[in-house]
């Protein structure tokens, strides 16, 4: 397949400055658009394990890989995008001996209007799928015209919102074509949009500081609510007590690292906001019904058992 020739493109709407060592709009921590390539001539390239702080969208451009998501193995090949969030854990290998290239997008909620943030918000884990070839040229193209036309605008707010628009379509169209997600239908409330406002940013903030010392009463009076209408409509709003969905968040993470890394159990469960092992050990066997060490034994089993039956 014929290389898309993708310009590097950055975007900002709270700090928006140009560098002198940037062509283009500059980075800053709300949007990017970077190409890689990969040589496959010089042996399969893998990345190695790591997360992001801001979501990542990828699409396979050239070559094939294997993306190893949390405990999940997915082959894919030209065409297929995957969608991570910053509680996953992932590393890619390139499997074919062609050059692989990957479109790589990586913004944080700044970035979104707040209907791309509800569809984000009702995610619980990384999706993929595949896209047409149409739309990658679409995509290709209304980069290069918007790489082009940045010159067209003396105001560069106003420039930040035309290309905050084009991701956020993206977004929604590589959401609602992903497989294998587990989501929610964000509930309709009978509130203001100024309330609505107020829990999104109550739940982007618990997402961001579940790893935190986190009470409830804390964060109802941080939005200047009573603790119990808040902890109503937080439950509204999310499907799930306040609770239940902080320890969610934290119980992803762990099981995440736990599977992915060689880390210590001790270190693991600190970093994912729990106080104590034994508690974590109660609330991670509820879950999953193993015990940790069970858990990354078997995905350490079924990585091997993997790469034998490819041999």
């Avoid at 036309?149 to 993206?170: H, M, P, Q, R, W």
């Avoid at 587990?182 to 509930?187: A, C, S, V, Y």
Wanted: glycine share 4%.
């Amino acid at each position: 397949m014929k290389r898309i020739p993708l310009k590097n493109i950055s975007i900002a709407n709270d700090d928006l400055v140009n560098h002198a060592t940037c062509p283009l709009l500059s980075v800053t921590d709300c949007f990017s658009v970077t190409q890689h390539l990969f040589d496959g001539g010089k042996g399969h390239y893998k990345t190695a394990v790591h997360c992001h702080d801001c979501y990542e969208l990828e699409i396979l451009l050239s070559g094939s890989a294997e993306n190893f998501m949390n405990n999940d193995v997915v082959s894919q090949s030209v065409n297929d995008f995957w969608l991570l969030g910053p509680d996953d854990v992932h590393s890619l290998h390139c499997t074919s001996e062609e050059p692989v290239t990957i479109l790589t997008v990586h913004f944080t909620e700044k970035a979104l209007f707040d209907t791309a943030l509800l569809e984000l918000y009702s995610l619980t884990d990384p999706i993929h799928g595949s896209l047409s070839s149409e739309y990658i040229e679409y995509i290709a193209k209304s980069l290069e015209t918007l790489s082009g036309i940045k010159i067209d605008f003396a105001d560069i707010s106003k420039y930040a919102e035309v290309l905050k628009t084009f991701i956020n379509g993206v977004l929604l169209y590589v959401i609602r074509l992903g497989t294998r997600r587990k989501r929610t239908e964000p509930q309709k409330l009978p509130h203001s949009e100024n309330t609505d406002a107020v829990f999104r940013n109550a739940v982007k903030y618990v997402r961001t500081h579940y790893k935190e010392k986190l009470l409830e009463c804390d964060i109802a009076a941080m939005f200047g609510y009573s603790p119990a209408y808040f902890s109503e409509c937080f439950r509204q709003y999310t499907g799930k007590t306040f609770t239940v969905y902080r320890q969610d968040l934290r119980l992803n993470y762990a099981y995440n690292r736990l599977v992915m890394s060689s880390e210590s159990i001790e270190i693991i469960f600190s970093d994912s906001g729990f106080g104590s092992k034994p508690y974590f050990y109660k609330c991670f066997c509820e879950r999953y019904g193993k015990k940790p060490l069970e858990i990354r034994n078997a995905a350490k089993k079924h990585r091997i058992d993997d790469l034998g039956a490819k041999k």
